[in-house]
């Protein structure tokens, strides 16, 4: 039997697919309650966008009792995907973090029931104003996608989280404000971004809201604001908005956003930003009954016939309603609502019968062109059910229906069928398959931008017939195992390029003229591979071998091949190294290499960045050789040390309380470490009589709020929410003879050239006159700041606390901050 409404299939389940993934290891939603709660919901036509800048600034209370309580569909724009923050859990930055957030976003959704969009826009760090931000993200592009979310979306009501203006601190947060207000307006003209409407129709919100808040030292909360009360409890979901709020804030780990539950009154309060004034409701004025679609007087009745009727204990009984239910919406064509409505029906029916469905492989990753086999298990496990398989094929892949005739689906039988498919498409995250720049993402597919993940993944399409009739669902494929302590894992299948390599540095550093030895790790991703690789270089640089073979012959086989890099005399900042992989088949291409992102909250990540290096020539004398390393939320400033031969040395609690401290030259803290170590307060006395004793100690930067201890240095000072955000501001030497700037390289404003990101962030206030403050910068039209450096003398050693972004710099290759770095370990000279 052919495989109908292939076309709307794609279309209207495709939301079902991007969020398969996240909800792959979440705990089901199909128990009786929530399919309750999801029947009731058929009944409420209205949509709310919630918009603002970063994972994480959502308002996960509001957005659980838009969707939850009012019914409303309910979405989260996020701008960006947070790349350019900090990270509490592990040492993922740039890119990485992006996507470690794009999936803590998505598995917050799932908790709240909200759905997750973002634009085109990268979070390239702090910004102080909403002028900065738009230089740098271009204005009009980042509208464009705002738009085009809108369009798509259609949201009677659009809420912003921050005012345009200095009340929202952050320039990203002025400007998600300042576009949503220009979205609200430029989404219903149809001479604004008119090739859109090649795919979509202007829309018009009724009103768009600021969504004011008292949080910190920031109350925009005023008498006589329209407001509403979150206070109920929800019997379906067995919580308060309070209690799911926190549910799902707590996804956002990387950010250290763990929350607890509140009950009781809770009240969210609005300022009108556009259109008309709500009086009784966030909806007044707005139609959320079936009233707004026409001829859907039927489809009405048996919405109120199957929620009267529904059965908790016996959830299979309103299948034949619901299947009447969806003939009757599949009358009412493309209207927005009819088809909103019949994804949320087929699920419903789905879930009803109690059809379980997966499709799994063996392998959990396969080389792109390579054949794979599917496994497709299916059960129905609700009696009395008239069910059978009439159609199978890949989703995405091209390939012809499986079966030779329908397969009946009888109760409690498990069947599993095979279909063999041929991959055609690395399964990259679509915002980072081409380069982009600081600002955005580059995205040429008009029909992705928005979507959280990638649209291609490997997918079956099957085609049910569900007590007669012919119902279309599309299901992603995985790689399910079980794990001795997790017990069954479902991760997405991988596709990879034929052959990988991986470097285990960001950036490649040569001291002086000296050649460096690097290790090029390659894996084979199917069996039989054969390359020449040959790498990419700037002018003046060489590799040794210049070019050479690459034969593996089993899948998953891995090799490592020693080179060696000369520099040149001189050395360009930007300069990069990449590989040309030739095959046998004459295929030419740039190697990528293959990361894993792993944590028990999320779906385990695979992507596939260009296999590349920052070539750094940096001219650094050391004085310092033994380092010890204390972690704090995690950062990769010891592989870096290591990089210019350095001997670092992870410490344990044990090792600061009863080892000899006194071997190491000079021992490091790891970024936030006041912030996230319970014990630091219990090791600081013991790092304080180690520098008292004649070492050097450096701590990098820490946060205000949640300090373990509130004193972390010898003598006083506090941290501050400064900051220098813009990476070129000039720096001033205050104290120029300084050991920390002369000794054992002299440090000179060339050294702060090539610096990404920001200068520092957390700069100390209210320092003691114990401490040096060598360094004075500020981001322009605002006043002079030394607090990113203060160097003390403690009994015989020297004590360093730093906010200078170290944890950027180092890893990226920038050579004046690996020598200013060196400086900060030297002992000091009496």
């Known amino acids: 039997m052919p495989l109908i409404r292939l076309k709307s299939l794609l279309i209207v389940t495709l939301f079902h697919l991007t969020f398969g993934y996240a909800a792959a290891q979440s705990a089901s939603n199909k128990n009786a309650a929530t399919i309750k709660l999801r029947l009731q919901k058929l009944n409420t036509l209205g949509s709310v966008l919630y918009f603002a800048a970063h994972p994480d600034d959502e308002n996960t209370r509001l957005i659980a009792w838009l969707a939850n309580e009012k019914y409303y569909r309910t979405g989260y724009l996020s701008l960006t995907r947070g790349d350019g923050g900090q990270n509490l859990i592990g040492t993922e930055q740039a890119e990485e973090l992006g996507l470690l957030r794009t999936q803590e976003l998505l598995a917050a959704r799932q908790d709240d029931g909200g759905e997750q969009f973002f634009s085109t826009a990268n979070d390239f760090g702090f910004s102080k104003t909403y002028a900065e931000t738009f230089k740098i993200w271009n204005k009009e592009k980042i509208l464009a996608d705002a738009v085009w979310v809108i369009r798509n979306f259609k949201p009677d009501v659009i809420i912003t989280r921050f005012p345009g203006d200095p009340r929202a601190g952050h320039g990203h947060h002025q400007a998600s404000s300042i576009l949503a207000l220009e979205a609200f307006k430029a989404a219903a003209d149809p001479n604004r971004f008119p090739e859109q409407l090649a795919y979509v129709k202007p829309w018009q919100a009724e009103r768009i809201l600021w969504n004011t808040f008292n949080f910190g030292s920031a109350n925009t909360i005023e008498e006589g604001q329209f407001h509403v009360d979150l206070s109920q409890y929800n ?160 989703g995405h892949y091209a390939g012809q229906n499986t079966l030779t005739s329908a397969q009946p689906l009888t109760y409690n039988q498990a069947k599993t069928l095979k279909t063999t498919i041929k991959t055609t498409d690395l399964t990259q995250p679509y915002w980072l398959s081409a380069f982009h720049s600081l600002g955005s993402f580059q995205v040429k597919n008009q029909k992705l931008i928005g979507m959280p993940i990638t649209d291609n993944l490997p997918s079956m399409l099957l085609q049910l017939s569900i007590e007669g009739k012919i119902i279309d669902y599309r299901f992603p494929i995985i790689y399910a195992y079980n794990d001795p302590v997790k017990g069954e894992v479902n991760n997405p299948l991988i596709v990879a390029p034929r052959l990988t390599i991986n470097l285990d540095q960001k950036a490649i550093i040569v001291n002086g003229n000296q050649p460096k030895q690097v290790e090029l790790s390659f894996t084979a991703n199917t069996d039989q591979v054969k390359a020449w690789v040959h790498p990419v270089l700037p002018k003046g640089w060489r590799m040794e071998p210049a070019s050479f073979e690459v034969a593996l012959q089993q899948k998953d086989d891995e090799w490592t091949k020693q080179v060696t890099i000369y520099p040149p005399a001189q050395a360009s900042l930007n300069d990069s190294i990449y590989f040309n992989l030739v095959y046998p088949d004459s295929l030419k291409e740039l190697a990528k290499a293959i990361h894993y992102i792993k944590y028990d909250h999320i779906p385990q990540i695979a992507w596939f960045p260009t296999t590349a290096a920052r070539l750094s020539k940096i001219e650094t004398g050391t004085a310092a050789k033994r380092i010890g390393y204390l972690p704090g939320a995690g950062d990769l400033i010891p592989q870096s040390l290591r990089e210019i031969g350095l001997q670092v040395d992870l410490l344990s609690e044990n090792d600061i309380m009863h080892q000899d401290l006194s071997v190491y030259d000079a021992i490091i803290t790891g970024i936030r470490i006041y912030n996230v170590n319970d014990r630091i307060r219990y090791l600081q006395p013991k790092l304080l009589d180690y520098v008292k004793n004649g070492g050097t100690l450096v701590e990098q930067y820490n946060v205000n709020g949640g300090l373990k201890t509130p004193s972390i240095g010898p003598y006083p000072f506090q941290i501050t929410r400064d900051r220098v955000t813009d990476e070129q501001a000039k720096v001033t030497f205050t104290h120029p003879q300084h050991q920390v700037l002369t000794y054992p390289n002299a440090i000179s404003s060339k050294d702060f050239d090539g610096w990404i990101q920001e200068r520092g962030l957390y700069f100390a206030g209210n320092v003691d006159a114990h401490y040096i403050q060598p360094l004075s910068m500020h981001d322009p039209d605002e006043a002079k700041n030394s607090g990113s450096l203060l160097v003390a003398t403690y009994g015989k050693g020297k004590y360093v606390y730093t906010s200078l972004a170290f944890f950027r710099e180092l890893p990226a290759g920038v050579p004046g901050a690996y020598r200013l770095f060196v400086n900060l370990l030297a002992k000091e000279n009496k």
């Open 235 to 394: 019997p379906f979901l067995g919580k308060t908005y309070g209690e799911l709020a926190a549910i799902s804030r707590t996804n956002h780990k990387s950010q250290g956003f763990g929350s607890t539950s509140q009950r009781g009154i809770m009240k969210e309060y609005f300022e009108l930003l556009g259109g008309s004034s709500p009086r009784k409701s966030l909806f007044d004025g707005i139609d959320t009954t079936w009233s707004r679609v026409p001829k859907a007087q039927s489809v009405q009745k048996l919405i109120q016939q199957v929620n009267q009727e529904f059965d908790l204990a016996h959830p299979q009984y309103s299948v034949k309603t619901l299947v009447k239910l969806l003939s009757e919406l599949e009358k009412l064509g493309d209207n927005y609502w009819a088809q909103q409505k019949i994804k949320e029906v087929k699920r419903l029916i789905l879930d009803c019968a109690n059809i379980w469905i997966s499709c799994q492989t063996d392998e959990p990753k396969y080389a792109n062109g390579e054949t794979i086999q599917v496994n497709t298990h299916i059960i129905v496990q609700a009696p009395h059910i008239t069910a059978s398989l009439t159609d199978l094929r890949a």
